[in-house]
């Protein structure tokens, strides 16, 4: 009889412990990021720092390995250079955000999102900024990127697996 009653109060002192655990991780997830002291941030915004690209279900099938894209070596490079539609308020949206780069199934249209990333055309592409980035450092005499075969290159090879 003792024991049984030992055990209820170790479950209620367990789920009042599990209880207790619940809110302070939600309260730790809701705290802002942690900073130097010297400042008092009034807002946060978090960014990934190295990322492999999920292909959206709608985006035609490929043998090509998925791309990898990391912020670190592009960090000399302005947010808003390749996020063009941001403002510098609020969160910083994907490429695929409805009414943007949307279109998954047709890579010509100029709103596909395939465009988004291997338009030469645009600085803000990956190819765009890359083919242009090349051209310079040949005039340079440096070793251009990689950016010619898919399943190779920096983008697609790197990050293969
Ligand atoms: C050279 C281009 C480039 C620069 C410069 C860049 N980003 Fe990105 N960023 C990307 C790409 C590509 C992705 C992944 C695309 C996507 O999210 O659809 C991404 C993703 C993100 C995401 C995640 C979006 C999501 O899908 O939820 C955030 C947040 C972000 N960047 C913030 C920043 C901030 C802040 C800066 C500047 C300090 C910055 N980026 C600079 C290219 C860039
Ligand atoms: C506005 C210009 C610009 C855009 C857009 C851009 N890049 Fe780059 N990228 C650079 C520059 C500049 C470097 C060279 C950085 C260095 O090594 O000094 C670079 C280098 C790289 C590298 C080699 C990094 C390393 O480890 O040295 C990879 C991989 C890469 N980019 C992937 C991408 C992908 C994927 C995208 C599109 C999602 C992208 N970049 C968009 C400018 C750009």
């Known amino acids: 009889m003792r024991s049984k009653t030992t055990i209820a109060a170790l479950c209620v002192m367990a789920a009042l412990f599990m209880t207790a655990q619940a809110g302070l991780s939600q309260q730790k997830a809701a ?3 942690k900073f130097s002291a010297l400042i008092e941030a009034k807002s946060t915004l978090c960014y990934p720092l190295d990322i492999t690209f999920v292909r ?8 090509i390995p ?81 950016i010619a075969n898919c399943m190779t290159n920096i983008c697609h090879g790197a990050a293969k697996k």
């Open 31 to 33: 705290e802002p990021g």
């Open 56 to 63: 959206p279900a709608g985006a035609p099938k490929s043998n």
């Open 66 to 146: 998925a791309a990898g894209f990391n912020h670190g070596p592009h960090a000399s490079i302005a947010c808003g250079e390749c996020h063009h539609m941001w403002t510098g308020k609020g969160p910083v949206e994907a490429c695929n955000t409805a009414g943007c780069h949307d279109a998954l199934a047709n890579r010509a249209d100029d709103m596909a999102y395939f465009k988004a990333f291997h338009n030469k055309e645009a600085k803000m592409s990956c190819i765009g900024c890359h083919a242009k980035l090349n051209e310079e450092l040949k005039e340079k005499g440096k070793e251009p990127l990689n």
